[in-house]
């Protein structure tokens, strides 16, 4: 369970908690709306990990990308929107977002602009 302290000048206002599963719904979500990405892999998909030696998070994205969209441009925009999004649902450091590009969609071309 995550937990978000919420606190304004000092005093306690009180806390959200919610369900690790969450964070992970939610980068999905986000990663299937940036531009060039087809799907997000559905056997390993978007994996969380704690550093060892603190409490920041490593964030894996497995994806497909679609034809005609450059590799390191769509793998960019997917690590800023996974850096977005979960900055929105937890206080916690993203250490690094790694992106691994597990395949292609073809079929249409996909002209860039």
């Given at each position: 369970m995550e937990t978000i302290v919420h606190t304004e000048n000092g005093k306690y206002l009180g806390q959200t908690k919610f369900a690790p599963s969450l964070l992970e719904e939610s980068l999905t979500l986000g990663?299937?709306?940036?531009?060039?990405?087809?799907?997000?892999?559905?056997?390993?998909?978007?994996?969380i990990h704690r550093c060892k030696d603190s409490k920041d998070l490593i964030i894996d994205v497995n994806l497909v990308v679609l034809n005609g969209y450059a590799v390191p441009d769509v793998a960019y925009r997917v690590q800023e929107a996974v850096i977005n999004s979960a900055a929105q649902l937890t206080t916690s450091k993203i250490n690094r977002v790694n992106v691994y590009v597990r395949g292609a969609k073809y079929g249409a071309s996909v002209k860039q602009k």
């Open positions: 990663v299937k709306e940036v531009r060039g990405v087809a799907s997000v892999d559905h056997q390993k998909g978007i994996q």
